[in-house]
């Protein structure tokens, strides 16, 4: 019986035991995929210890993915350049560090707008926090022919376009001009979300045809996601992201690439 688990502070609400439980189900495999809430003072020695107890693999939430830097055994260039680990895999006693959210961000757009194309029109980013650094990440993967960067801090999106020449700064104050002649829309940051203030955001110069997503999934249609449903333009919510990072982690434990289906989807947002 493979024991693996999500750990964070807290971590209670956390959807991936349901996700990988109802793979582990559906591909018949003998496992068992739990919540875990540690506090961050003692990360490292609760994970070895339950290394330890024979545990294979880990995902990390907040506010735990920054820290596994620091005492993973391994860890490859992609977290390393994220600055994030959301996924360990303990092999021969040695913890192995990765990070699956770009893949998540990048697949939940694949999927759910199949036509899309990123290297075709500038994409516009909202936020410069670890989430938003991900999605860059992923999109200058994809070819992006342009990310224009807003953050309310302006220093710390003049620090994220260090790492690349395609990234251009803009103030947050000018975020609705940002949208003239844009391909995709991401927001990253935690406006909309349950509990947070709304994303205040005039979208007249929104053309269309550009793609809307936002990262937020609780509520699942944020505010933006249903503004811009409403005026017409093609929006992919948040949810997907969750779904799909959990995917290549599921691959590192078990060997099998597992599916996101319509059940699975349902559970998740029952
Ligand atoms: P995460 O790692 O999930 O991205 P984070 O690092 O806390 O979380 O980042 C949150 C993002 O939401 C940041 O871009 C933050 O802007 P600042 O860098 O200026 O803090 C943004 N954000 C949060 N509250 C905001 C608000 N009221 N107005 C504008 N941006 C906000």
């Known amino acids: 019986m493979k024991k693996l688990g999500v750990i964070g502070h807290p971590i209670s609400h956390s959807k991936s035991p349901l996700i990988h439980n109802y793979w582990i189900e559906q591909h018949g495999l003998e496992g068992k995929y739990e919540a875990l809430d540690i506090e961050p003072d003692n990360l490292e020695k609760e994970i070895r210890r339950l290394v330890d107890e024979g545990y ?85 993967q994809e070819d992006v022919r342009e990310i224009r960067l807003l953050n309310r801090t302006r220093e ?4 994220l376009a260090k790492l690349d020449p395609r990234i251009k700064v803009m103030d947050w104050e000018d975020r609705e001009d940002a949208l003239v002649e844009s391909g995709l829309l991401v927001n990253t940051t935690s406006l909309g979300m349950d509990g947070q203030p709304d994303l205040e955001l005039d979208l007249f110069a929104l053309p269309q045809d550009t793609l809307v997503n936002d990262i937020v999934y609780v509520p699942l249609y944020t505010p933006l996601l249903q503004e811009c449903e409403d005026r017409g333009n093609p929006v992919v919510t948040g949810i997907g992201m969750l779904l799909h990072q959990a995917r290549p982690a599921f691959q590192y434990w078990f060997g099998i690439l597992p599916e996101v289906d319509e059940e699975l989807m349902q559970k998740v947002l029952a």
Do not use: M, W
């Open 156 to 159: 710390k999106a003049e620090e």
């Open 56 to 140: 294979e693999g880990f995902n990390l939430t907040i506010p735990h993915k920054e820290l596994a830097l620091d005492f993973c055994d391994e860890i490859d260039d992609l977290a390393k350049t994220i600055g994030a680990v959301n996924t360990i895999t303990v092999l021969d006693g040695k913890l192995h560090g990765t990070n699956t959210d770009v893949f998540g961000f990048i697949q939940n757009i694949k999927e759910n707008a199949r036509n899309f194309s990123f290297t075709r029109k500038p994409a516009v980013i909202l936020g410069s926090g670890g989430a938003a650094k991900g999605c860059i990440y992923g999109l200058l």
